[in-house]
């Protein structure tokens, strides 16, 4: 570790050097380029040094230790106890930060919020998910921008389409794909009987045009009149849109916008992410036998969590987490849920598995 620290430290005096270079500093893609570098090289590199001021500070309090005595000899050796301690806590954190980095680290996240199984029960708690992380976006000091959505007859959402924005976004928000499952009495229920629905959520993340070339023969795009809850034309004009990949059969659809050229901005925009995770999905499919798809089937045997409203209780089964406050959770305090995904996500990578 020491050695690739080493060389880590270099990297980072030369990266510090080209940020102040004219050269760079006049293309606005290679600067960008090396900032995001430099920041994430500069924790790594501060945590070294101060490794590296611990190491020398236990083999002087142990020199000196070996000649000392009396009060002198316990002064050392408390002093030599911490800087073991700090060795210890070092060595930790800097084998976390130097685990491999998960190529969307620095990207933004977009978030497609489905009904699946239960109805128009399914579509009115995948309208409670899409306020829970909008408060939850809220609450990191993250933007969220709704970029499509699809109202059900009840106030709900047979899908919604969310962009979120800000530092962290794909680190905290990739473990929420998947099945979610709901278990309460449903505003339908005329006799207070308990039903269980389901929404599903895909987690994309947002892909620049340099990411995923897109071949504009490749694409089928329908306009029509955007329409509500019912079927119900809610605009005069053409301006909702229907985008189709042919090579892939992705179809993607906006109507939220009243232009059709904004419309077919976001629907571009939602397909490249799709287009990304598909080619991450299989990359990673090719590595690992275990990769499981993040939708499934949207079937209530198959979730990721169970939000149970009796109980005031919400469990993530891939990480036996299970606690009771999901008011508070549902309003979006999502931290001790998301933390315990992400300690868990790095525990697995430090054991190898």
């Not at 050392?76 to 800097?94: K, M, N, P, V, Y």
């Not at 190529?103 to 399914?122: F, H, L, T, Y």
């Not at 329908?222 to 053409?238: I, K």
């Not at 999901?326 to 933390?339: M, R, T």
Request: proline share 3%; with cysteine.
């Amino acid at each position: 570790m020491l050695e690739r620290l080493g060389d880590l430290e270099r990297e980072f005096d030369e990266v510090e050097a080209r940020l102040a270079d004219p050269a760079v500093l006049a293309d606005q893609r290679r600067y960008a380029e090396t900032a995001r570098r430099y920041k994430e090289l500069e924790e790594i590199v501060v945590r070294s040094r101060e490794l590296r001021q611990a190491q020398d500070d236990l083999q002087t309090a142990r020199e000196m230790l070996s000649e000392a005595s009396g009060d002198d000899r316990a002064l050392l050796r408390g002093e030599a106890d911490d800087a073991e301690s700090a060795i210890a806590r070092l060595e930790d954190q800097l084998r976390t930060l130097l685990l491999p980095r998960d190529p969307n680290d620095d990207k933004n996240v977009i978030m497609e919020i489905r009904g699946a199984e239960g109805g128009e029960e399914a579509n009115l708690f995948a309208r409670d998910l899409a306020e829970m992380y909008q408060a939850y976006a809220g609450r990191m000091g993250w933007r969220c921008e709704v970029l499509g959505s699809q109202p059900s007859d009840m106030g709900g959402f047979s899908d919604v389409t969310l962009l979120l924005k800000g530092d962290g976004v794909w680190t905290r928000m990739k473990h929420e794909g998947g099945p979610h499952r709901v278990q309460r009495v449903p505003v339908t229920e005329s006799q207070g009987r308990i039903h269980t629905s389901s929404a599903t959520v895909s987690v994309l993340p947002e892909a620049e045009e340099v990411d995923v070339e897109i071949d504009p023969n490749d694409l089928q795009i329908d306009v029509y009149r955007s329409s509500g809850p019912g079927g119900q034309s809610v605009n005069t004009t053409d301006s909702a849109v229907r985008v189709t990949h042919k090579p892939t059969g992705l179809v993607v659809a906006m109507q939220d916008e009243k232009s059709q050229i904004q419309n077919r901005a976001k629907a571009l925009q939602v397909l490249r992410s799709r287009l990304l995770k598909a080619k991450q999905d299989e990359a990673a499919a090719a590595a690992s036998d275990q990769r499981r798809d993040q939708i499934g089937g949207g079937g209530r045997s198959e979730k990721i969590r169970t939000y149970n409203f009796k109980e005031n209780r919400l469990t993530d089964h891939r990480i036996d987490l299970t606690i009771y406050k999901l008011d508070k959770v549902l309003a979006g305090e999502l931290d001790d849920v998301v933390d315990a995904l992400v300690a868990d996500e790095r525990a697995r990578q430090l054991q190898g598995v």
